[in-house]
């Protein structure tokens, strides 16, 4: 069974910082996932990688499979990206499987 | 082109009712998989199913829970003879399953308030 680790816990930071969140796993998957989550409780899927890097708008994330190591990074980060950021990697490293998360990052941004 | 609907979004009982939650896949998504959030806790793994089939179910507790995906209509997931401690956010996710790495798409939640 995957065990997922993140870091940091919580994170505060000024509006227009770098931020970059930790993740490490125990086991080779397939692929790993970042998903985001809000107050209010709805999650949602940011990337799916397997390798390198993936860009979308302000977030990047990056996966080294050897290392079992992934960062999402925020650029120029805004009040509306504060929410819960969640790594997760599948309960046996299998595409298919159920995920196991990680505890989540608590990311307050403010203005 | 909708996403992965749950249902109800939120549902109290009491103590000793049965619960039971819907979660309807996206269109085309075969796989579904229940996820529960305890309060101040993380995401936890309950059970994965395929149409008619449940693939894995380590995650979820032997006694009270049982989960299904029938041919036709939503996923359930049933809990029996609540607790206190059945308090919790669930989610259900889905995916097509198919072509090796596909991500899973996350419903909204249900959260269950055990009286």
């Known amino acids: 069974k995957n065990e997922v680790e993140q870091s940091p816990q919580n994170l505060t930071a000024q509006e227009g910082e770098f931020i970059t969140i930790n993740c490490s796993y125990s086991?080779?998957?397939?692929?790993l996932h970042w998903l985001q989550q809000h107050p209010g409780g709805g999650i949602v899927s940011l990337f799916m990688?397997?390798?390198g890097k993936k860009k979308h708008g302000r977030l990047i994330a990056t996966i080294n499979i050897q290392e079992k190591h992934s960062s999402l990074h925020i650029t120029a980060s805004h009040p509306r990206d504060s929410a819960v950021y969640i790594c997760?990697?599948?309960?046996?490293?299998?595409?298919?499987?159920?995920?196991?998360f990680g505890k989540g990052t608590h990311l307050i941004i403010q203005p | 082109n909708a996403g992965v609907m749950q249902n109800p979004r939120h549902l109290v009982r009491r103590r000793g009712q049965e619960a039971r939650l819907r979660c309807s896949p996206m269109?085309?998504?075969?796989?579904v998989y229940w996820y529960r959030q305890l309060p101040e806790e993380g995401l936890k793994f309950m059970v994965y199913?395929?149409?008619?089939?449940?693939?894995?179910e380590s995650g979820m507790p032997k006694e009270r829970f049982s989960a299904e995906f029938p041919k036709e209509g939503p996923s359930i997931l049933r809990i029996q003879q609540v607790v206190r401690g059945d308090s919790a956010a669930y989610f259900c996710?889905?995916?097509?399953?198919?072509?090796?790495?596909?991500?899973?798409?996350f419903g909204d939640g249900t959260r269950l308030s055990i009286l």
């Open positions: 996710a889905s995916s097509s399953g198919t072509g090796g790495n596909q991500p899973q798409h």
């Open positions: 990688l397997s390798s």
């Open positions: 086991v080779g998957i397939s692929a």
């Open positions: 199913l395929q149409k008619e089939n449940i693939i894995d």
């Open positions: 269109k085309g998504h075969s796989h």
């Open positions: 997760a990697a599948p309960y046996s490293g299998g595409g298919a499987d159920g995920l196991t």
